[in-house]
């Protein structure tokens, strides 16, 4: 099968296109010929090695994981001896966070995994990505922000996957929402639900002194320190891009004052409370109160042109590589 082989750590310029054998599913693991993968900020991140701490679970020297990715759609084409819950034919998706390799034409993953049946409301490519920003999205502002209807959130980098997630998840639970994206996308981001939308070109949104219960900083571009005045009494700022100054403010802020910098890793989260979260959004796309919005779509071969295209800021939604050739 086509897979993009990962060589090192560095520039897009890291990934070459390789033949490799087709993985056969063990007696718990389901083959899924894949549809649509997802390519996402994190990808990205992890694919420079930054920062260092990082490499602790992707390797040191070198990406463990030879092939990249863990966003995935796609169709089952072999089920294990021990599978009860999928079959062949099955539309499913999910993300491979224990092994990645969804880079690639097939992939397997266990049953007991992050994979699910999906919708038949949505498509692979939509699907592919959805656990990406939907999880993530979900951790930060249920587990992490305690949402509650009439918070008052700000997400910043709204117009990213996990960003137009977030704006459809926390309006789900009722909160007051302000995006902040560039002037290109305003008018994605209000038709995600937005209730107020701040242009960062003309704006800065940390001047808005007592405003927001939670800042969910989904692009990492902001610091605490900068935040700190524009959150309420008891706010909280929350990033998944964790940086030495955002470890440091979260010790901080852990031993000192009511205004809180939080961090998660997601993918680390147990295996279970993924799934559970999985089972939330599975809830918010069949009540057809979440969508996915596609930016770009690429040919497998095309990695290079998808990583180098995220790294310049500017992704709207969702970016997906098609393993087979484009429809």
Same mark, same amino acid.
């Given at each position: ?23 056969? +599913?063990?007696?718990? &693991? %389901?083959?899924?010929? %894949?549809?649509? $993968?997802?390519? *996402? ?11 260092? %701490? ?7 020297? @070198? ?46 993953? +266990? &049953? ?12 692979? &490519? ?44 926390? @309006? ?10 560039? *002037?290109?996308?305003?008018? =994605? ?22 405003? /927001? ?9 902001? $610091? ?15 990033? +998944?891009?964790?940086? =030495? +100054? ?28 993924? @799934? ?21 779509? /690429? ?10 295209? %995220? ?17």
């Amino acid at each position: 099968m086509k897979a993009i082989i990962t060589t090192g750590y560095g520039s897009p310029e890291v990934f070459k296109l390789d033949l490799v054998a087709k993985p056969s +599913p063990k007696s718990n &693991e %389901i083959l899924v010929r %894949i549809h649509a $993968s997802a390519v *996402t900020k994190a990808d990205t991140m992890m694919r420079t090695g930054k920062p260092y %701490i990082g490499r602790l679970f992707l390797g040191i020297s @070198k990406p463990k994981h030879q092939i990249w990715g863990t966003g995935f759609a796609g169709v089952v084409v072999a089920v294990g001896s021990e599978v009860t819950n999928f079959k062949i034919g099955d539309n499913v998706f999910g993300e491979n966070i224990a092994s990645f390799g969804t880079y690639a034409q097939f992939v397997t993953i +266990p &049953e007991a995994g992050v994979v699910a049946h999906m919708p038949k409301s949505i498509s692979f &490519e939509e699907a592919a990505g959805m656990c990406d920003g939907g999880i993530t999205s979900l951790n930060f502002l249920c587990n992490i922000g305690n949402i509650y209807p009439g918070q008052n959130v700000l997400i910043n980098g709204a117009s990213g996957s996990l960003g137009a997630a977030a704006i459809q998840i926390a @309006k789900y639970y009722g909160a007051i929402v302000t995006a902040v994206c560039s *002037t290109a996308n305003i008018e =994605m981001v209000n038709s995600l639900g937005a209730d107020a939308v701040i242009d960062y070109t003309k704006t800065d949104f940390a001047q808005n002194k007592n405003s /927001y219960d939670l800042i969910y900083d989904t692009v990492g571009s902001r $610091s605490f320190a900068e935040c700190k005045d524009a959150l309420t009494e008891n706010g909280c700022y929350a990033s +998944p891009v964790l940086g =030495m +100054p955002l470890l440091g403010d979260m010790v901080a802020t852990s031993l000192f004052g009511n205004k809180k910098a939080k961090f998660s890793a997601t993918g680390s989260l147990p295996t279970e409370e993924i @799934k559970r979260l999985l089972g939330v959004l599975l809830e918010i796309i069949e009540a057809g109160l979440f969508k996915t919005p596609i930016d770009r779509r /690429y040919k497998l071969e095309q990695v290079v042109e998808a990583h180098a295209y %995220i790294d310049k800021g500017h992704k709207k939604g969702n970016v997906v590589l098609k393993p087979f050739a484009l429809a």
